[in-house]
């Protein structure tokens, strides 16, 4: 069950380096646009925040991949608890899309890490 519970928590990691490259590094291109819905003029407008937003959820995947490394359950649950707080904030603040983006692979994750203990 560990390797299954470290697999889902990787799997988040991943989403969370992903969601840096698009905030860092797409936001202001095609598929930056694309994904988050916005204007050219927008984008660029906002793609310093953005850029500290992809930072953000770079730790986030920093912090799961170090709970990995570990083994330990502590830095699995709270970073999986910061990815579901953080998901939760945007699905009321930005998009409800954010939700089943972010907060429920979070809620998996952290499902099967207290499942196996580990």
Do not use: D
């Amino acid at each position: 069950m560990t390797i299954i519970s470290n697999i889902a928590v990787a799997l988040v990691a991943v989403l969370h380096l992903y969601f840096l490259v698009l905030e860092m590094f797409l936001w202001t291109k095609p598929r930056g646009l694309r994904t988050f819905g916005l204007t050219p003029e927008f984008a660029e407008a906002s793609k310093t925040l953005a850029a500290n937003q992809g930072l953000y959820n770079g730790f986030l995947a920093a912090g799961l991949l170090w709970g990995i490394g570990a083994g330990s359950i502590e830095f699995k649950v709270f970073f999986l608890g910061c990815v579901i707080v953080a998901g939760i904030y945007g699905a009321l603040t930005s998009s409800r899309k954010i939700l089943w983006v972010q907060a429920l692979p979070g809620v998996v994750a952290l499902g099967l890490v207290l499942l196996a203990g580990s």
